[in-house]
């Protein structure tokens, strides 16, 4: 079945580095994009960016603009999210999601969710 | 870009009908989805392209969005419904989620 699953979770202290990977399966890896999403204790949901598995090509909010770096690897249908300098205020579940439509523009929702990386910065 | 603005919560009785808004202008201008987010889960996909089901959501779920105002609506409301609802576009240069809103049913 179509999947998500995402790597562990995390404990940091404040200027560390992250990284998250979430690992695709059941279906055609380069077809759809894969967005990041982060979720704050008691928050909503916050778009962090996405990647085009099929070129690497990536593009972040603008609030994350040279702290979040996306990558894939085709080999094994893995993405990650690196988060440089991290603070207590990126403690945050962090999910990526499958986009609907292959473009990246959501048409079609995010309709596959990895279950989620708990990340804490203390 | 659109600012998505949701009423903070909802509260329906069994049975009966509930109705989540979520409002920005021109919002009509572009497509909607809708997610459910129950409690200690990743949200699930309810409504894409404003009104259509995703294959395994019920047809209790349906949505509409006109105008400045897209609104998901829930018919005959179980208690397995209940948790956080987020509206959410593509804004142009980024994707937008609304507040969320928090559907109590009791």
């Known amino acids: 079945q179509v999947q998500l699953v995402q790597s562990g979770a995390e404990v940091k202290e404040p200027g560390a580095s992250l990284k998250v990977s979430c690992k695709a399966s059941?279906?055609?890896?380069?077809?759809?994009?894969i967005h990041w999403v982060r979720q704050a204790p008691g928050q909503g949901l916050e778009w962090m960016g996405w990647?085009?598995?099929?070129?690497?090509?990536?593009k972040h909010a603008q609030k994350f603009q040279g702290r979040v770096t996306m990558t894939r690897d085709t080999s094994t249908t893995t993405v990650y999210l690196d988060v440089s300098g991290l603070q207590s205020d990126d403690t945050a579940v962090y999910s990526c999601a499958r986009d609907g439509e292959g473009r990246g523009y959501t048409i079609n929702g995010l309709d596959v969710w990895g279950q989620g990386t708990t990340v804490t910065v203390s | 870009s659109y600012e998505l603005t949701q009423p903070p919560s909802v509260s329906v009785s069994p049975g009966q009908t509930a109705t989540i808004t979520c409002s920005a202008t021109n919002l009509g201008n572009t497509y909607i989805s809708w997610y459910l987010q129950r409690p200690g889960q990743s949200p699930e996909l309810v409504i894409y392209r404003d009104v259509w089901r995703p294959s395994g959501i019920p047809e209790r779920f349906s949505g509409s969005n006109s105008g400045n105002t897209a609104t998901l609506t829930i018919s005959g409301t179980q208690a397995v419904d209940e948790g956080d609802y987020y509206c959410?576009?593509?804004?142009?240069?980024?994707?937008?989620f609304g507040g969320g809103t928090k559907l109590t049913v009791l």
């Open positions: 059941g279906y055609t890896f380069t077809y759809y994009f």
């Open positions: 990647i085009n598995p099929k070129n690497g090509d990536t």
């Open positions: 959410q576009v593509w804004g142009g240069s980024s994707v937008v």
